[in-house]
């Protein structure tokens, strides 16, 4: 799965003006144990932004939520597929938000192509099961520049496995909104398979207003409320979980909490419905090319056997963008002149005759 997502760099080159690559992160790069210092939101270490609290919105209401702090947000050790993958902890009341993302949304969506007015996410979720008794909900959202309003997103309740859609909307029943949608036919919830990774995308279209849904046996669509809304930011959260009671049933409030995995988090500027739609890339395997050295100051050499033929190699930094690009004339052997590169850990994208592959390295 991991030289699947590193694929989508190459392709989204490839397209050009149908789609740019905003972020892609796989989370290899970092290293296992808590993100970030502060859990205000106001301060990103790394890039990113943690937001942890007991309360909801009014940090004065009663909460049994005890448990906001920097060991919320942890990079883990995963599957050998996966490798290192993101993990959010919810709240242990009936109480808490927890807010991820990265920082240089706004900057990147500002400069994208004239008419790629799509924001489109795709990630892995891992669903884990229903044996624990937190209620607490995972979810990616798309913002607005307040937070106030989630242009699209998936809800994902850990204890019964349902994934929901949400999206700000308005009919002529309810007021303007953020709210959940059935993702089956009808007023059907879908059930994910449990203890299994999946990937899940949602779209948002500036221009229309429609939020698009996708994933296994979900194919849905809604025309939201917010036409002409810039998207801000696009977040991994948690949530309490908890209910109020109905006619029908007891209020369920939650009292533990659940962590949540994610991966291979992707999100494009586009200019049409490219969500999900590429199930299989080829790549050559990267055992085929050797990258040094590694870390490198100055110069940077790509070499592969003498019948692979190199055509071009693309250089993105972990935000996705394109730092470098530079052609060959059917070689096994490139160098590349990494010297203006700031510090820090790139992915190398290698075109050949007989494919695609990807390698990170790592400027000193």
């Known amino acids: 799965m991991k030289k ?81 993958v993101f993990q959010i902890e919810g709240t242990n009341g009936d109480k808490g938000r927890r807010n991820f993302w990265l920082d240089g949304f706004p900057d990147q ?21 229903t044996s624990g008794t937190s209620v607490n909900t995972k979810g990616v959202y798309i913002y607005d520049q307040t937070a106030g309003k989630v242009l699209g997103g998936f809800v994902f309740n850990t204890k019964t496995l349902v994934i929901s859609g949400i999206a700000y909307f308005t009919n002529a029943t309810a007021p303007v909104g953020n709210y959940l949608f059935y993702l089956a036919t009808g007023a059907t919830n879908v059930v994910l398979p449990a203890d299994s990774w999946v990937r899940l995308g949602v779209s948002f279209n500036k221009t229309t207003g429609a939020v698009k849904w996708k994933g296994p ?19 991994i959260v948690s949530r309490s979980g908890s209910t109020a009671a109905t006619a029908t049933a007891p209020a369920v409030t939650n009292t533990a909490a659940a962590v949540g995995l ?20 080829t790549l050559v395997q990267n055992t085929d090319f050797v990258v040094a050295p590694n870390p490198a100051n100055n110069f940077i050499t790509i070499s592969g056997n003498e019948t692979v033929a190199i055509t071009s190699i693309s250089v993105t930094d972990i935000n996705g963008r394109i730092v470098k690009n530079q052609s060959f004339e059917n070689v096994s052997e490139a160098e590349m002149n990494v010297s203006d590169l700031a510090q820090g850990l790139y992915l190398m994208n290698i075109t050949s005759k007989d494919g695609n592959t990807a390698q990170k390295f790592i400027k000193n």
């Open 4 to 84: 699947l997502l590193l694929s989508f760099i190459v392709l989204a080159t490839a397209q050009n003006m149908v789609s740019q690559t905003i972020i892609s992160e796989n989370f290899d790069g970092l290293p296992v144990g808590n993100i970030g210092t502060d859990i205000t939101g106001t301060t990103p270490t790394n890039n990113f932004y943690t937001l942890s609290t007991n309360y909801d919105l009014d940090p004065l209401a009663t909460t049994t939520g005890t448990n906001a702090s920097n060991a919320n947000f942890q990079i883990v050790a995963s599957t050998a597929d996966h490798g290192n």
């Open 109 to 129: 969506w500002s400069f994208r192509d004239t008419g790629s007015d799509i924001v489109e996410v795709e990630f892995d979720l891992y669903t884990g099961n």
């Open 217 to 235: 046996n979900i194919n849905g669509q809604v025309t939201g409320a917010a036409i002409g809304t810039e998207p801000n930011r696009v977040a």
């Open 262 to 281: 994610f991966d291979n988090l992707v999100v494009r500027a586009s200019a049409t419905d490219s969500l999900l739609a590429v199930d299989e890339v």
